[in-house]
């Protein structure tokens, strides 16, 4: 199965992807959490994004587009994946879409995470994993660049497919049984 978790930054993709990967064995592909480890590491990826990180900007589309092309060849997501993160800017929609399509392969869901402005700002402050983005700076841009540039992705599956809007507020619980009951039917 190929999932698109698509959601404002705060809204919890991370932590239901996981979710999913784990009662789905569906492998969690998140862009942001490479671009982390490849900073951790230090690696030539890592060093050209860092500064774009921090700032809470966009990492070029080329770049995001030929990572994830490069990583959804390998065995792990030969059955399918979640994306999180992934696209964020209807180029990259589009350039997904292409890579798809070469691939003879479709999309299964694209599940929006619906969670109120108030709720993010106030998700991200207290985030426990205390990301070096996560300050009331970085927040606000991430939610700029979000409102601007990666909004407008769900309007172009809603003209292209179909997309499930899941109430992300409540428990964590309560959240995945949502998604559990749009990805079981
Ligand atoms: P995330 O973990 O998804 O919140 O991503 C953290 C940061 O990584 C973002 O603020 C961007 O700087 C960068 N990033 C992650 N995914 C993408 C993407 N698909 N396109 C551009 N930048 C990305």
Known sequence: MKIILFGPPGAGKGTQASLIQKNYNIPHLSTGQIFREAIGNETELGKKVKSILDSGDLVPDQTVVDLVAEEIMKDQYAKGYILDGFPRTVAQAEAFDEILAN????????????????????????????RTDDTEEGVKKRLAVYYKETRPVKEYYEENGTVYEVDGTGSIDEIFSRIQSVLDN
């Open 103 to 130: 691939q003879n392969d479709a999309l299964d869901a694209f599940i929006f995470l619906k969670v109120p402005e108030e709720e993010l700002v106030k998700r991200i402050l207290s985030r426990e994993d205390g």
